[in-house]
């Protein structure tokens, strides 16, 4: 009876995992989760007006949804600064653009692309990247 016990908490065990494994895809939709995380890898880039300038095309950034849920934070690699609390609109089905876009300053993500052109008190950052 122990031995059948241990073999179906064995089971479970692997069922569970499985679970979490296949509940965190790639495919996630930003626009249509409660909750979403996701890394995003491409050319990053960030200046601060002041002289440092930080560029690299293996960068990333991860995106995360926070509660309010509309709003988004955005932690690059290379030591950027990150964005924390920008606002977003859906557009069309799977599409998020920054609440604000212009033709200088927007941020737009969806499931599998992330571009962002950021511009804020002589501060630039831009990322294009794909997850």
């Known amino acids: ?18 679970l ?6 790639r495919d996630d939709d930003p626009t249509n989760n409660d909750f979403f995380a996701g890394t995003y890898k491409g050319s990053v880039s ?10 690299t095309d293996n960068g ?12 988004y934070n955005f932690a690059f690699s290379n030591d950027i600064p990150d ?14 653009v ?4 212009t033709a200088t300053s927007y941020i737009r993500i969806d499931n ?3 571009k962002i052109l950021f511009l804020k008190d002589g501060k630039t950052w831009t990322a294009n990247c794909t997850r």
């Open 1 to 18: 009876m122990k031995k059948a016990i241990k073999i179906l908490g064995v089971l479970m065990l692997l069922v569970a995992t499985a």
């Open 46 to 55: 960030y200046n601060n007006g002041s002289g440092t300038n930080i560029s």
């Open 98 to 101: 920054m609440i604000g876009s």
């Open 60 to 71: 990333s950034v991860f995106v995360t949804k926070i509660a309010s849920g509309t709003k």
């Open 112 to 114: 599998s692309q992330l």
């Open 83 to 96: 964005l924390n609390g920008v606002e977003f609109e859906q557009k069309g089905d799977h599409t998020l």
């Open 20 to 25: 979490s494994f296949s509940s965190c895809s």
